[in-house]
C-alpha cells in the first residue's frame, strides 16, 4: 500500500468583502477574554482588518475570510458557549479557515496539568468531526478563586486552591503572528491511499 499526497488544492483567494478576521471567544473569569483582546490588537498592528466579538453576539459570519476561536476548558470540557457557535454556524465554518485556542488553569505539576488539558481539548474537538483548524494552541490559564462563578463558587477545593496564571505570553505572541498567513491562504491536503495491486 502506497501513501502519497495529491497535489494540493488552494482555496480560492477571498473577494475583498470577505477580507476580515473574526476574533470571537467564550470566557469563565475574563483570561480567555484578554488573551482575544490581544490577538485581535496584534492583528490590527499587523495591518489585518479584524471584528472582536463574543460567540454569543455573533449572528452569522458574513464578510468574515477567516475565524480564531478561543475558549476555556472547564472541569475538562470546553465551554458550552463554545459548542453552541460551532453547532449553529457550522455551515458556515466549514468554508473558512478556522484557528483555535484554548486553555485551562494549571496546578504545582503543571507539566502534567498541560498535557491533560490538551487531552481534554483534543476530546473536545473531535466531537466536531467536520472541523479542520489550521492551527490549535493551549494556551494554559488563569485561576483566581475569588473570581470563581456559580456554581464553581461552591465547590471547597477550587475556593481553596491558590490563584495561578499559566499563560506563556510569548508563545500566544509568536502564534498570533503566524495565523495571517495561514487564515489568508489555508492549504487542502488530502491523503490518499492507493492500494497496489500484485
Not at 153 to 165: E, G, R, T, V
Request: glycine share 4%; with cysteine; charged share 20%.
Amino acid at each position: 500500500m502506497a501513501i502519497f499526497f495529491v497535489k494540493q488544492k488552494l482555496r480560492k483567494r477571498p473577494k475583498m468583502e470577505r477580507s476580515k478576521v473574526l476574533i470571537t471567544y467564550t470566557t469563565m473569569s475574563g483570561s480567555t477574554q484578554e488573551i482575544a483582546e490581544f490577538v485581535s490588537n496584534q492583528f490590527t498592528y499587523l495591518g489585518q482588518p479584524v471584528e472582536l466579538h463574543p460567540c454569543s453576539e455573533i449572528k452569522d459570519l458574513k464578510a468574515i475570510s477567516g475565524i480564531v476561536i478561543g475558549a476555556p476548558i472547564y472541569m475538562f470540557h470546553l465551554h458550552k458557549e463554545a459548542h453552541r457557535f460551532l453547532q449553529r454556524h457550522q455551515k458556515s465554518l466549514v468554508d473558512l479557515p478556522v484557528a483555535v485556542f484554548a486553555g485551562g488553569a494549571y496546578g504545582p505539576n503543571a507539566a502534567q496539568d498541560a498535557l491533560e488539558v490538551r487531552k481534554n481539548l483534543d476530546n473536545e474537538l473531535a466531537k466536531f468531526v467536520w472541523l479542520k483548524p489550521v492551527s490549535v494552541l493551549l494556551v494554559g490559564g488563569r485561576f483566581d478563586p475569588a473570581r470563581l462563578r456559580f456554581p464553581y463558587n461552591l465547590i471547597p477545593a477550587l475556593k481553596q486552591a491558590p490563584a495561578s496564571d499559566a499563560r506563556n505570553w510569548e508563545d500566544i505572541h509568536a502564534w498570533v503572528d503566524s495565523l495571517p498567513s495561514l487564515l489568508a491562504n489555508p492549504i487542502q491536503q488530502t491523503l490518499v491511499e492507493e492500494r497496489s495491486r500484485s
